[in-house]
């Protein structure tokens, strides 16, 4: 579905862009975009995180993109004392005892001026605002690979709904070009949206986390009914999907919840595969970094690899495509 118009080898790449497609009128919020990706959907990816997420699971390895607001990411080891950080803050967030750096997190407005003043990058802000044509010419320099690889970009998060203006005009924009798009959900999300998405979106990759309804309220904040009824109106309309689920210890490695997954993935034929994916224990090194509440976090949780590999074997056994990590 790309558009016709020739480029102007007189014009810049993004001048180029505003060209084709008209300038950006929409502002998102990204929190990282990362590039060589090989497990976000098919083929070489470039992965766009979007600030924002309706669900508080204490198991999600980004933290930091729950919320919309802007977060201070603060790495101690990094710091080399030079202070150029406390010159330049007005509450008085920033102190030192005995050599080392303290950071007072309840008196920080998240203003950005210490990251800013940070020659060693201890200190960061994450969340950056964006136009969808800046993304998309970031997204655009691997374009090569994806062609190669049968890749293109994705959409995560968070949940990357919540942005659900900017989110459609970077999956338009992104196809207008030819790119191969999936988008990450949780499935907490308004139906509207999903509507709005649905003619550019090749995939979704659609987390399922617990069977039990009482159990996902009482985990992730929010309905599971709410999930299932979406992932029903996506398989109705005929939209490839993939189903991911983070096999988490002490919360969902249980047999119903195995038998759950297959009933889901034997319900929607819309399904093409099934992703078990063992615990990550990244979001545990981010709760020091982004000032977290420890009890909002899983408990020194161990990857569990040898019990993901037993239930891959019994879901292929049962019939279930599942994609190799």
């Known amino acids: 579905m790309r558009l016709p118009s020739l480029p102007d080898s007189n014009l810049t790449f993004k001048e180029n862009l505003i060209g084709i497609f008209g300038p950006s009128s929409v502002m998102g919020r990204i929190f990282d975009i990362q590039r060589f990706c090989i497990h976000d959907g098919p083929g070489i990816r470039t992965t766009v995180f979007l600030k924002g997420c309706p669900l508080s699971c204490p198991w999600c390895h980004n933290p930091e993109g729950r919320s919309m607001e802007p977060s201070l990411s603060f790495l101690p080891t990094r710091c080399i004392g030079c202070k150029a950080c406390a010159e330049v803050c007005s509450m008085a967030v920033h102190r030192w005892e005995e050599k080392k750096h303290l950071l007072d997190r309840e008196r920080c407005v998240i203003c950005g001026c210490c990251a800013e003043a940070c020659y060693a990058k201890a200190l960061e802000m994450v969340g950056k605002d964006m136009t969808a044509l800046d993304v998309l010419q970031e997204v655009l320099k691997d374009l090569a690979f994806y062609k190669a690889s049968g890749g293109g970009m994705t959409l995560s998060g968070g949940e990357p709904t919540q942005q659900s203006d900017f989110g459609e005009e970077l999956l338009q924009r992104a196809k207008g070009e030819g790119l191969h798009t999936c988008v990450e959900t949780c499935g907490v999300t308004s139906r509207l949206v999903l509507e709005r998405w649905l003619p550019w979106v090749d995939l979704f990759l659609y987390d399922y986390k617990e069977t039990?309804?009482?159990?996902?309220?009482?985990?992730?904040?929010?309905?599971?009914?709410?999930?299932?009824?979406?992932?029903?109106?996506?398989?109705?309309?005929?939209?490839?999907?993939?189903l991911r689920c983070p096999i988490l210890p002490g919360i969902n490695d249980r047999e119903d919840h195995l038998e759950g997954i297959v009933q889901v993935a034997q319900s929607f034929p819309s399904i093409q595969v099934v992703e078990l994916m063992p615990y990550n224990p990244l979001g545990e090194s981010k709760v020091e970094r982004f000032g977290l509440c420890p009890q909002h976090r899983m408990k020194k949780a161990r990857p569990n690899e040898k019990l993901v590999d037993q239930w891959k074997q019994?879901?292929?056994?049962?019939g279930v495509r599942i994609r190799p990590q």
């Open 212 to 242: 039990d309804s009482d159990r996902h309220r009482q985990t992730t904040g929010a309905s599971r009914a709410l999930v299932l009824e979406h992932l029903k109106f996506l398989d109705q309309n005929g939209k490839p999907l993939w």
């Open 314 to 318: 019994n879901l292929e056994h049962r």
